[in-house]
């Protein structure tokens, strides 16, 4: 026959399970904490913008550094430098041209939203083509 649990029994589960949930969240809050990062935090120079996954391994990172967003591509092999932009000039650029989001403004004068990972990817497209 089964033994009977009673109230005890199931107090102390109650409490080992508690127990464990909270030593989890201590766990995850410590290494949040104690991670090597580059979020976003203020105070930092050093923030990812945006992150783009190519394929199953390739990805794409868009990366703020001291007023200059950097282009690189990461492979699990390395990674590589796909180009830099000065946000600063480009936003000047921009309100010099008045950019309408047309892509034919590539061609004369390169004129991407600092916000958008699109512009950007394709002011780097534009350049490749020109070294060709």
């Known amino acids: 026959m089964a033994p009977e649990v009673g109230i005890g029994d199931w107090l102390s589960m109650m409490a080992s399970f508690f127990l464990v949930i909270c030593l989890l969240l201590i766990t995850l809050f410590l290494i949040k904490k104690m991670s090597p990062g580059v979020r976003g935090v203020s105070g930092k120079r050093l923030h990812v913008s945006e992150v783009q996954h ?11 550094l001291n007023g200059d967003e950097i282009l690189i ?8 430098l796909l180009g830099t932009w000065n946000i600063a000039e480009i936003a000047h650029l921009r309100d010099k041209t008045g950019d309408n989001g047309d892509e034919e403004n590539l061609g004369e004068a390169v004129t991407p939203s600092p916000s958008t990972f699109r512009s950007f ?3 780097f497209l534009y ?3 020109g070294k060709n």
């Open 54 to 64: 190519i394929g199953a391994r390739q990805k794409l990172l868009l990366i703020q």
């Open 73 to 80: 591509g990461q492979t699990p092999q390395s990674m590589t």
């Open 121 to 123: 990817f394709d002011q």
């Open 127 to 129: 350049r490749r083509r």
